[in-house]
């Protein structure tokens, strides 16, 4: 089945290391996306890739970084810079803008 | 600043009555406006896309208005059920294929 692949589920990270979350999709999108959410909240955009070796700031990129490298993949990396990273993470892919494919999201807590 | 407000309470309605759901924006002149649901610990899941020069838009029990003057898009479900029950999120795209949400308003349905 086509979708998109979030991996791992739950991921926990002492403070001060780095750490990757996986997005992998299998939609042939071009676009590609990177939310965080806390508890109670909506989606706050971390940043975006419209196509290969091309992504853009969102509204909270600090302390996070991408790559785009191949169409179906976008790993997310949140660095020791980022001071609040317990959160869930959701990754999603569109062909045009317009309706969004979400993964299952993976749940990173700092211990 | 740009801002996309939903109603932050909790929306509590009687099985089979309709729910009518809120998003108001501010500082945008969105080509589209996008509903989804999610459910506690999924990715939401496209529901409808309405266009700027759509007024409404149906899909089953579901309902969508957009008003560009009033900066409103009210999110409806007729014949409400329990299964009904999740967070509904708003989304707009404010350019390019940068997409932003609202905060999501829960919806309980009561059998």
């Known amino acids: 089945d086509g979708g998109i692949t979030q991996s791992p589920k739950y991921l926990f990270r002492k403070e001060g290391q780095n750490v990757t979350l996986s997005c992998e999709q299998n939609l042939n999108h071009d676009a590609m996306y990177w939310y965080r959410q806390d508890p109670g909240q909506g989606l706050r955009l971390i940043y975006y890739?419209?196509?290969?070796?091309?992504?853009q700031k969102g509204d909270i990129a600090e302390g996070y970084s991408v790559s785009r490298e191949k169409k179906e993949s976008f790993p997310l990396t949140v660095t020791s810079a980022q001071k609040n990273p317990t959160a869930f993470y959701l990754c999603a892919s569109t062909q045009s803008p317009g309706e969004l494919f979400f993964g299952e999201g993976s749940r990173l807590t700092v211990l | 600043s740009q801002k996309i407000e939903q109603n932050s309470e909790a929306l509590n309605i009687q099985e089979g009555k309709t729910a009518t759901l809120t998003c108001n924006y501010t500082n945008y002149s969105p080509a589209y406006l996008q509903w989804y649901r999610q459910d506690p610990g999924r990715g939401p899941v496209f529901l409808l896309l309405i266009r700027e020069n759509e007024k409404e838009k149906r899909k089953e029990r579901l309902k969508v208005t957009f008003d560009t003057t009033l900066k409103q898009s009210l999110f409806h479900i007729t014949a409400s059920q329990p299964a009904d029950s999740a967070t509904y999120l708003c989304?707009?795209?404010?350019?390019?294929?940068?997409?932003?949400f609202g905060a999501g308003t829960r919806l309980f349905v009561k059998a």
């Open positions: 989304a707009l795209d404010t350019g390019g294929f940068k997409t932003i």
């Open positions: 890739s419209q196509i290969v070796n091309d992504f």
